[in-house]
């Protein structure tokens, strides 16, 4: 889930020639509406965090069948597997950061925004010993911090900044590959404090309280940046997707898949154990954490174009740090998907 001049990990030859592919891709004729009621088969894509959940729930009640005969749900790895299989047409239905979909939207991608899954899940941690009560605290402390110029990285600095803080002389902010490798050296005493996505901020404090050490849940980025930006609802950091190709193709399945994510919402908030259990496997996490985490993401489904003003104002505070997030500029009014 990061961002360059083109898709990271792609090579400028291999950047055209995915290009080219959904090129081609948006060329094809669309299926008639008599056609899209015997699609055989749909792999719909969750991204490997617990808003998924809600796709997953959306799959399995069924709610896809009049339209498609076998819908499954499955998890994409790395972003570099969703970049490439979504180029190549091996994957049409997916669950993405809303950026990584806005910057595939203005490379001609071909790819719109369906909706927004969750509005936050980014979370602050004070290591043992360590007393933050406002973003100020950090003043002079070491932040631990996943993936250089991702999302978290640019709201945490975004934050910062808003609070008159310089990351880059105020704050030592000590950059590691994955969240999940900021944990055990949180754990450890290698710096004052972490930035944890959920579940990895669920899974810190489980492993923490199992381990007997103090760590607490201190900041909360998202009322941090509702605070700085004027935006209460929160940010709008992941949702659903979709190949422009599949949705000319397919119309009746995205809205339908739509209205079961608002059903599967609902039934999240009400069935935490089962949902639990329905998604810790595809994400290869332990059941504990993921029930722990799914009251942490901010789950709410709204369409994009319902969240077209949320969208543009959490992508335009992205791009004060790096433009390229979303490939330089705001997305047009076609990435926004509505009922």
Not at 54 to 69: I, K, Q, T
Not at 84 to 107: K, M, Q
Not at 221 to 233: F, H, I, K, M
Not at 246 to 254: I, K, S, T
Request: proline share 6%; aromatic share 6%; glycine share 8%.
């Amino acid at each position: 889930m990061t961002d360059s001049s083109m898709p990271v990990g792609m090579s400028r030859r291999r950047f055209i020639e995915c290009a080219a592919i959904a090129a081609g891709l948006v060329g094809l004729p669309a299926l008639t509406r008599a056609d899209a009621a015997t699609l055989d088969r749909l792999t719909v894509w969750g991204m490997p965090a617990s808003p998924s959940v809600v796709l997953a729930r959306a799959v399995a009640s069924g709610a896809l069948a009049p339209l498609v005969g076998d819908a499954r749900f499955e998890v994409w790895r790395t972003a570099d597997q969703m970049r490439a299989g979504v180029v190549s047409g091996d994957i049409a239905l997916f669950a993405a950061p809303t950026y990584a979909a806005a910057n595939l939207f203005n490379r001609g991608a071909g790819v719109r925004l369906v909706n927004v899954l969750t509005w936050g899940l980014l979370y602050v941690f004070a290591g043992q010993g360590v007393r933050l009560d406002t973003i100020e605290d950090l003043r002079g402390k070491t932040l631990l911090v996943g993936a250089k110029n991702d999302a978290p990285d640019l709201l945490t600095r975004f934050v910062l900044k808003s609070a008159g803080l310089d990351p880059d002389r105020d704050v030592t902010l000590s950059y590691v590959g994955t969240s999940a490798e900021a944990v055990p050296l949180l754990l450890a005493g290698k710096a004052d404090a972490a930035v944890l996505p959920e579940p990895a901020a669920s899974a810190a404090e489980i492993k923490a309280k199992q381990a007997g050490i103090s760590i607490a849940r201190a900041l909360d980025v998202t009322e941090l940046y509702a605070a700085r930006s004027g935006r209460p609802a929160g940010i709008p950091q992941a949702g659903l997707a979709v190949t422009e190709a599949f949705l000319d193709a397919h119309p009746d399945v995205v809205a339908a898949l739509h209205a079961a994510s608002v059903a599967a919402a609902g039934w999240v908030a009400d069935n935490s154990k089962a949902a639990a259990a329905l998604i810790a496997d595809p994400l290869k996490l332990p059941v504990p954490i993921v029930e722990a985490s799914l009251p942490r993401f901010r789950l709410k489904v709204a369409s994009a174009s319902e969240a077209k003003a949320d969208l543009e104002a959490y992508f335009s505070a992205l791009m004060t740090l790096s433009p390229d997030i979303v490939a330089g500029h705001l997305p047009g009014a076609a990435f926004y998907w509505g009922p």
